[in-house]
């Protein structure tokens, strides 16, 4: 009932001890909080929190137009909903190196296990689109610095993002990956590789967890997870995908609406209104209300009474 019993320290220090003994890690992206709780429901390892889709649910594009306010409550109202860690995209960490150790406080403070922190310019684009620019090396080393400096658990997940991959090549890519991990980061996010055998390069050239993104609609192919595992991935991401999915079938049934007047004919394709209840766990505010609300005191007081 109501939100996670596993606290916030928790979180992290699974999500810590699984990296370290060479896990594979799954986090598809969770578009709302109850989306989190189906992602733990179906047996997956942590939940990701997409800045494209904080930008998508307020209607905006993927340009750097969210604020840390408006990440940290939707990454809390997420992260406080499952058992499982969740991570969350803090594009470039809200500004100058103390806005990013503010920003790493805050998400602390909100419950996610983790962040990562990229090294475009700001304001940024989605990771896949052509025309990105990125900062230079010694600024975008100050922010992880920063981040590394500012947190309060050892445990929460500092990652660093590079995009220089579709700037200036695969080599600077690596160079870039380990000047980062020199400045303190846990994990290597390199955006936008083109094919496994880039995945590996920089596996290769690091010794901290590598992140995959396996976002539709972009410049990676879609690997399987044993495939990026062999190439030495410990954490793949699947940012957006359940937001397309739901979004597209939102679309075809409101064509269906449009042409038929009902949905008689997608009611195969809906969460049963059971399946619903259950994951939401009506049944434990009924035990809680049940408990609490319809109590009668009684009002027997034949024990204390005087006898004469």
């Not at 137009?65 to 990440?71: D, F, G, I, P, R």
């Not at 997870?225 to 359940?242: E, F, K, N, T």
């Not at 009668?296 to 204390?304: G, P, W």
Request: aromatic fraction near 6%.
């Amino acid at each position: 009932m109501l939100y996670s019993q596993t606290p916030a320290s928790e979180k992290r220090r699974v999500l810590r001890e699984r990296l370290r003994a060479g896990e594979l890690v799954r986090f598809p992206g969770a578009f709302n909080p109850l989306s989190a709780r189906l992602i733990e429901r179906k047996g997956f390892e942590g939940v990701y929190i997409s800045g494209a889709v904080l930008s998508a649910d307020l209607g905006l594009p993927d340009i750097g137009l969210t604020t840390l306010t408006e990440v940290a409550g939707r990454g809390q109202q997420i992260a406080r909903m499952t058992e499982l860690p969740a991570i969350i995209d803090a594009d470039t960490g809200f500004g100058e190196p103390m806005n990013v150790a503010r920003t790493i406080q805050t998400l602390e403070d909100a419950g996610l296990a983790g962040t990562h922190i990229e090294d475009q310019v700001n304001p940024k684009r989605c990771g896949h689109l052509d025309g990105k620019q990125v900062v230079d090396e010694n600024t975008a080393l100050k922010r992880i610095r920063a981040a590394v400096d500012a947190r309060r658990d050892p445990n929460f997940l500092i990652m660093a993002r590079t995009d220089i991959r579709a700037v200036e090549g695969l080599d600077t890519a690596v160079d870039r990956a380990k000047a980062l991990v020199d400045a303190g980061a846990d994990a290597i996010f390199p955006e936008a590789m083109r094919d496994l055998s880039e995945f590996a390069a920089v596996c290769a050239a690091v010794d901290v967890p590598v992140l995959a993104n396996m976002t539709e609609f972009g410049k990676s192919d879609l690997f399987t997870v044993d495939q990026l595992r062999d190439a030495g991935v410990q954490i793949v991401i699947w940012p957006v995908s359940l937001l397309r999915i739901a979004m597209g079938a939102a679309s075809r049934a409101l064509d269906t609406l449009n042409d038929d007047g009902h949905l008689t004919s997608r009611l195969g394709e809906m969460q049963h209104r059971a399946d619903l209840y259950d994951l939401i766990d009506y049944e434990g505010y009924n035990r809680f209300d049940s408990s609490i609300f319809t109590y009668t005191r009684s009002t027997d007081t034949s024990s204390t009474a005087t006898k004469e």
